[in-house]
């Protein structure tokens, strides 16, 4: 079956700019992931959905990143004003259950091939 | 805060050896263990996930052993072939309510096995 995509795959901005990200989880996956990848840095944790819902935001590393999801799907990651500092691989995974859904478990994560973001 | 720590960072082999990568965690609280493969320019591939009950697991040339108490697992690659060529990431899910099904990464071992 389909996995989890992402796009765009590449996106070169300007400093400044708002940018919007998108995922598309796998079909019935309830539990959505967002994790970003810097040159030099190992993957880090952004935000975690459940359904629609954002039970742990705690990654998000200032107030200029902001996510949503819809319709217990697609979800969208915004950066606002982008710095240079963003440049990164955004990476959406998805789960068939989360940690927060009982009893509590958490399955495998599926990731999508990320976008590349680049801020000049 | 969890701290994922994998060794060697990078290792070059000739085909056919059987490989052995190293992670380490700090917090030995976790609820499970998972390793990946990465591509160039490519995504997340899962190879295996061990739950924090279990002792191993195995898929393939792949076998995955996880010791909780001393905060270590391993990865071995048996008849190791240039397909295997890629960064293997480990990454740890712990099990505290404040952190909710996040993953700790390590920050990979880069594999490169030659013909």
């Known amino acids: 079956g389909a996995g989890v995509s992402q796009s765009p795959s590449n996106k070169v901005t300007e400093k400044g700019k708002d940018v919007e990200l998108r995922c598309d989880p796998i079909?019935?996956?309830?539990?959505l992931y967002w994790y970003r990848q810097s040159l030099g840095q190992g993957l880090e944790f952004l935000i975690y959905?459940?359904?629609?819902?954002?039970?742990?935001k705690s990654g998000l590393p200032s107030d200029r990143f902001s996510a949503e999801r819809t319709g217990g799907s697609v979800s969208t990651l915004t950066i606002q004003r982008t710095q240079q500092e963003d440049s990164a691989v955004y990476l959406c995974?998805?789960?068939?259950?989360?940690?927060?859904?009982?009893?509590?478990?958490?399955?495998?994560?599926?990731f999508g091939p990320g976008t590349r973001l680049t801020v000049l | 805060k969890q701290e994922v720590t994998q060794i060697p960072a990078a290792l070059s082999v000739p085909e056919g050896e059987n490989l052995v990568l190293n992670c380490s965690f700090t917090?030995?609280?976790?609820?499970?263990l998972q390793w990946f493969r990465q591509d160039p320019g490519k995504g997340l591939t899962s190879l295996l996930l061990?739950?924090?009950?279990?002792r191993e697991q195995t898929s393939g040339r792949l076998n995955a052993s996880l010791d909780k108490s001393s905060g270590r697992s391993t990865l071995y690659i048996a008849a190791s072939q240039p397909g295997d060529s890629a960064t293997y990431l480990c990454?740890?899910?712990?099990?505290?309510?404040?952190?909710?099904?996040?993953?700790?990464f390590g920050r990979g071992t880069q594999l490169t096995v030659w013909p």
């Open positions: 061990i739950q924090s009950s279990q």
């Open positions: 917090d030995s609280a976790i609820y499970n």
């Open positions: 995974a998805s789960s068939l259950v989360g940690w927060i859904t009982l009893p509590r478990r958490t399955d495998t994560q599926y």
């Open positions: 990454a740890v899910n712990v099990d505290r309510g404040s952190t909710l099904g996040r993953l700790y």
């Open positions: 959905f459940q359904g629609n819902s954002a039970p742990d």
């Open positions: 079909s019935g996956h309830t539990a």
